[in-house]
């Protein structure tokens, strides 16, 4: 019986260092999240805090009913932030494919400069949200459609980029090698053994991406960058909130539609 | 001995458009949208131009990021970001638990299911930066505002997804630990968290990042955090400034992105 | 027509797959390859046309030092050899003629390849290639949509499109039952006879080599341990090859090794969809 004595005689879920570990794990993150409360509301009013809930009802009051006359206002905004998603999404595609085949480690031309290069595109356009690359884009160029379109394509970079790097790097190698053994040069092994491997992947990233940037793009009118955002922000400026809710209710129904869209598409490629 | 002859000529068929007349349709579709998509963009050239010179300063500052003269305004908005982010992303999940469970086909009575099911769906449809100029309206400019914009976005994403791995949990453990006897309670805590904990984790880290990159946007319409910075340094057209805020913004989500997966990896 | 000279090659890491190989394929031989798994057959024929790069020695293919070419005379060197392949390695998601035209893919410029305007005797011989193998019906079909066999059988149309001089053939029926097995062998020994071709054939199946090939060469540890032809083949020069060992039961070792790779290759295919 003496081997087993150093044993707990008590049965527990985890070793006693792990639940001091799990304790303290908890712990230090309510402590956490304590300082960084007290960080963040040191400056809050709170009195606009306690009178949230009239505020709230005086613009649900405000809201309904909506102003359905306004809609005849928005079929033109709306008309250019498809235009602003389709255009975005297509000029974006068109530049992230070079940046993936020089991100994927199987295609890329140089492993020690242009993979890093490509890499980092890709987290720059992926971690700045597309409203901040319309706010550049607008002090820069001007306000405008064309502002929209370049900053949905340079946020798209990023995402096409890095599911499409992860694709061709994903592809079958046989496949490859068996082409590369007839003699085929470099362009050749790219088009008939890597291109046709990743191109329902393509099609179906593209068409997603096409789905999140209609979403995006209603909103850039906020900044300037034209669409129906631009109409948004004039009836929150005026507070007309009767109209913000016919706009609302049609970014929404513009979004389930092209969600079902870009599922019936992606549907039909794969 | 006559050698048959074959065919000098061979054509690729198509692959996803079977019927040639519905093919030619859809192109002809295709190019006339393009045409009036292309022809809708109105283009001011000579803003555009003047603006040119603006881009190289912004790709001048982008490069050579002034972090020194307005890190007191980029420290304050990094400070209001990160606690605006870990606070939302702690209550929004903690919020998130049990309407996720709620949301559950498998656990949660008929009209429980609806009601966490349309909360989820509301919070999905609507995007942060609309949430957050609701909640800035209703109470008042600042980060409190962007802490309940996040938080109400963070149930959406997390509840739901939640939700769909309850659902698709091995029902032979919950049978087998219901058999016992076991009260709904037991069943939660003994089938369920267990095989969804880890991904609830994972998740959690995945919102957290998510959360950091939606806080840098958020104060473009009032909400707090760095988005604000960097809307005031645009508005001034301090470029420098503002690419030293966009690097710090991509420092962080990268660090944060390293630091999830890595920690995803130590917790399992 | 084939002649390799104390051939070598060791991997990165370290190890030693092939040593001081020394072979030589006259026109017409249909010679088979056999051995142990990691024997380094796989990197023999790899090595002729350098999907392998060989650490030292001659591979002459008639006058030609294949090892020795820079880029592009490679490319041009390899329309020479055709290659047939384990898992057949068809571009899945093309039509069988573009995998068979694919084949040209050596002589024709990248214009051509792109827009899939290849020259009309190149079809005609496609087309005559895919009638020998007995495809012709389904030249329109993407290559995923046909069988263990049928697939193999575009991989050889696609070798012999290239109008090779050689062949290499890596366990062509590694992943096929034995009645396609047997059929597969007979064909590429038939299209081989009928062209004068000479054929390395890796096989691990000593009975079907020993019915098919006409010079069998037995590799251990990447030396040539056996060379003769198939009749000299007697239990203590397979003893040679396999080692001690039951050869039996090492070729139940092989059934179970060709089902582990059949599932990879579907657990692949389904982290495809």
């Known amino acids: 019986m003496t081997e087993i004595t150093h044993h707990s005689q008590v049965w527990t879920y985890r070793t006693p260092k792990a639940r001091l570990l799990l304790w303290g794990g908890w712990l230090a993150l309510v402590a956490l999240f304590v300082w960084c409360w007290q960080l963040m509301t040191r400056d809050t009013i709170w009195f606009f805090v306690t009178d949230a809930p009239r505020q709230a009802a005086d613009i649900g009051n405000r809201m309904v009913p909506p102003r359905w006359s306004y809609m005849s206002e928005l079929w033109l905004p709306l008309w250019d932030t498809i235009n602003i998603a389709t255009l975005g999404t297509i000029g974006g595609v068109i530049m992230a494919v070079p940046v993936a085949f020089m991100a994927a480690r199987n295609t890329t031309p140089s492993a020690t400069i242009l993979r890093p290069i490509a890499l980092f595109i890709i987290v720059a356009s992926r971690s700045i949200n597309s409203l901040i690359w319309a706010l550049l884009l607008v002090a820069i160029i001007g306000p405008g459609l064309l502002a929209g379109i370049i900053a949905i394509a340079l946020r798209s970079i990023g995402f096409v980029g890095k599911l499409l790097y992860e694709a061709?790097?994903?592809?079958?190698?046989?496949?490859?090698?068996?082409?590369?053994?007839?003699?085929?040069?470099?362009?050749?092994?790219?088009?008939?053994?890597?291109?046709?491997?990743?191109?329902?992947?393509?099609?179906?990233?593209?068409?997603?991406?096409?789905?999140?940037?209609?979403?995006?793009?209603?909103?850039?009118?906020?900044?300037?960058?034209?669409?129906?955002?631009?109409?948004?922000?004039?009836?929150?400026?005026?507070?007309?909130?009767?109209?913000?809710?016919?706009?609302?209710?049609?970014?929404?129904?513009?979004?389930?539609?092209s969600e079902w869209v870009s599922a019936r598409m992606r549907h039909a490629i794969i | 001995m006559t050698t048959p002859s074959y065919p000098t000529t061979w054509r690729r068929p198509p692959q996803i458009v079977k019927d040639r007349r519905w093919r030619l349709a859809l192109q002809i579709g295709i190019f006339v949208y393009l045409v009036l998509a292309i022809g809708s963009v109105e283009v001011n050239w000579a803003r555009v131009y003047d603006g040119l010179e603006r881009g190289q300063r912004f790709i001048m500052g982008f490069l050579q990021p002034d972090f020194s003269s307005r890190w007191r305004d980029i420290s304050q908005g990094l400070v209001e970001s990160l606690t605006m982010t870990l606070t939302s992303t702690v209550v929004g999940v903690a919020i998130s638990v049990p309407i996720g469970i709620g949301a559950a086909r498998n656990l949660a009575p008929r009209w429980i299911y609806y009601i966490c099911r349309s909360i989820i769906a509301v919070s999905r449809a609507l995007q942060e930066i609309i949430i957050a100029i609701f909640f800035v309206a209703m109470f008042g400019f600042g980060p409190f505002a962007g802490f309940l914009t996040l938080s109400f976005a963070t149930i959406g994403f997390i509840a739901k997804l939640l939700a769909d791995?309850?659902?698709?949990?091995?029902?032979?453990?919950?049978?087998?630990?219901?058999?016992?006897?076991?009260?709904?309670?037991?069943?939660?805590?003994?089938?369920?968290?267990?095989?969804?904990?880890p991904r609830l984790i994972g998740l959690s880290l995945y919102r957290l990042d998510i959360?950091?990159?939606?806080?840098?946007?958020?104060?473009?319409?009032?909400?707090?955090?760095?988005?604000?910075?960097?809307?005031?340094?645009?508005?001034?057209?301090?470029?420098?400034s503002a690419g030293a805020i966009l690097l710090i913004i991509i420092g962080i989500v990268m660090v944060a992105e390293y630091g999830s997966s890595y920690l995803r990896k130590f917790l399992q | 027509m084939l002649h390799l000279e104390r051939l070598s090659k060791t991997y990165k890491t370290g190890e030693t797959a092939l040593h001081e190989v020394t072979l030589d394929v006259p026109k017409g031989q249909i010679l088979g390859l056999i051995g142990p798994s990691g024997a380094g057959k796989s990197t023999l024929i790899r090595c002729i046309n350098r999907l392998v790069e060989p650490s030292s020695g001659k591979v002459l293919l008639g006058d030609v030092d294949l090892a020795r070419l820079g880029k592009t005379d490679l490319r041009k060197q390899r329309r020479r050899i055709g290659m047939i392949f384990q898992?057949?390695?068809?571009?899945?998601?093309?039509?069988?003629?573009?995998?068979?035209?694919?084949?040209?893919?050596?002589?024709?410029?990248?214009?051509?390849?792109?827009?899939?305007?290849?020259?009309?005797?190149?079809?005609?011989?496609?087309?005559?290639?895919?009638?020998?193998?007995?495809?012709?019906?389904?030249?329109?079909?993407?290559?995923?949509?046909?069988?263990?066999?049928?697939?193999?059988?575009?991989?050889?149309?696609?070798?012999?499109?290239?109008?090779?001089?050689?062949?290499?053939?890596?366990?062509p029926t590694a992943s096929l039952d034995p009645k396609t097995s047997r059929q597969i062998m007979r064909?590429?020994?038939?299209?081989?006879?009928?062209?004068?071709?000479?054929?390395?054939?890796?096989?691990?199946?000593?009975?079907?080599?020993?019915?098919?090939?006409?010079?069998?060469?037995?590799?251990?540890?990447?030396?040539?341990?056996?060379?003769?032809?198939?009749?000299?083949?007697?239990e203590s020069a397979l003893t040679q090859i396999y080692g001690e060992e039951d050869w039996n039961a090492m070729r139940a070792g092989d059934a179970e090794q060709a089902a582990a790779e059949a599932e990879a290759r579907d657990r692949i295919a389904a982290l495809a969809k």
């Not at chain 1, 470099?186 to 329902?200: E, H, K, N």
């Not at chain 2, 909400?223 to 001034?236: E, S, V, Y």
């Not at chain 3, 898992?87 to 792109?114: D, I, K, Q």
């Not at chain 3, 995923?144 to 090779?164: F, H």
């Open chain 3, 187 to 234: 064909l590429l020994t038939e299209v081989c006879t009928e062209r004068g071709l000479p054929a390395i054939v890796n096989i691990h199946d000593v009975p079907l080599a020993q019915q098919f090939m006409q010079r069998i060469v037995g590799l251990r540890a990447g030396r040539v341990v056996f060379d003769g032809p198939p009749e000299a083949l007697t």
């Open chain 1, 168 to 257: 061709i790097e994903e592809t079958d190698a046989r496949q490859i090698e068996a082409i590369e053994a007839t003699g085929a040069s470099g362009a050749q092994v790219l088009s008939y053994g890597i291109v046709p491997q990743i191109m329902p992947a393509f099609w179906g990233i593209s068409v997603f991406r096409w789905d999140i940037n209609i979403r995006e793009s209603t909103i850039l009118g906020l900044v300037g960058a034209g669409g129906i955002g631009l109409k948004l922000q004039a009836s929150l400026n005026t507070l007309a909130w009767s109209q913000v809710s016919v706009i609302l209710l049609l970014i929404l129904a513009t979004v389930v539609l």
């Open chain 2, 165 to 197: 791995d309850i659902e698709e949990i091995n029902e032979a453990q919950a049978e087998a630990i219901r058999s016992t006897g076991a009260s709904w309670w037991q069943v939660v805590n003994y089938a369920i968290q267990p095989q969804v904990m």
């Open chain 3, 87 to 171: 898992e057949y390695a068809l571009v899945e998601r093309l039509t069988v003629m573009e995998n068979v035209l694919s084949g040209r893919l050596g002589y024709v410029p990248f214009w051509r390849s792109f827009l899939r305007k290849y020259p009309a005797a190149d079809i005609q011989r496609a087309y005559r290639l895919l009638d020998r193998v007995g495809l012709i019906d389904h030249a329109d079909k993407r290559a995923d949509a046909l069988s263990g066999g049928q697939r193999q059988r575009v991989g050889i149309a696609r070798a012999l499109a290239q109008d090779p001089e050689l062949l290499l053939v890596d366990e």
């Open chain 2, 211 to 240: 959360n950091f990159r939606e806080s840098a946007v958020i104060g473009i319409v009032g909400a707090g955090g760095i988005g604000a910075t960097l809307n005031t340094a645009i508005d001034r057209y301090e470029y420098d």
